[in-house]
């Protein structure tokens, strides 16, 4: 196992030719990280997961993300950017959703159930680039809390929600609950 510092060494020592899916996702199986490191961005609340920033470069950001039971992500995309996980701390499942209809001008959108991938500390996961709306789920049943480090690149600060309920999708803006460490400035 290796501290978090070290990890963000070890992804910022890799080109940004060579920060590819495989690159990065085998980067990330082969490199698990120590929990006791991530002490500085473990920050849990009950009323939400929190996006705690560890490390923003131009190619790439690291966010740790904290999990109370049963706590769940909109459904939503990265805007085009790719996207790793993995979670040294609990369980977390991540659900991939298909577009079966969607009218930009209008909002709506109809999407359908795909694939489930669980994810533990052995087995981190990335967004596929042909199914990149998913959410991420604490499940109840887990019965702990978790923490996921996710690899944006780029980074951004837009993304798509979507609602089933509705048959809509639409842009908001994303924040940092902390950032290295410290609470983030107030939105």
């Not at 120590?34 to 009323?47: G, I, Q, R, W």
């Not at 740790?64 to 977390?92: E, Y």
């Not at 991938?117 to 604490?138: C, G, K, Q």
Request: aromatic content about 10%; some cysteine; proline content about 7%.
């Amino acid at each position: 196992m290796t501290t978090i510092d070290r990890f963000v060494e070890g992804l910022t020592a890799i080109s940004p030719a060579e920060f590819t899916q495989e690159r990065v996702q085998h980067f990330l199986r082969d490199t698990p990280v120590d929990p006791a490191s991530l002490a500085p961005f473990l920050h849990y609340t009950s009323t939400h997961y929190t996006r705690n920033l560890v490390h923003k470069c131009d190619l790439f950001e690291l966010i740790a993300i904290c999990w109370d039971v049963g706590q769940i992500s909109r459904i939503h995309n990265h805007s085009g950017q790719h996207c790793w996980m993995a979670v040294p701390i609990g369980r977390l499942a991540v659900q991939n959703y298909r577009v079966v209809r969607q009218d930009q001008a209008s909002g709506h959108c109809v999407l359908e159930e795909a694939n489930r991938v669980e994810m533990d500390p052995s087995h981190p996961a990335y967004v596929d680039d042909e199914m990149p709306i998913h959410s991420v789920l604490n499940l109840p049943e887990y019965g702990s809390r978790a923490t996921s480090l996710h690899v944006y690149s780029h980074p951004y600060d837009r993304c798509l929600v979507y609602s089933i309920e509705k048959s809509s999708y639409r842009e908001v803006p994303l924040f940092y609950d902390t950032e290295y460490g410290r609470p983030a400035a107030p939105r």
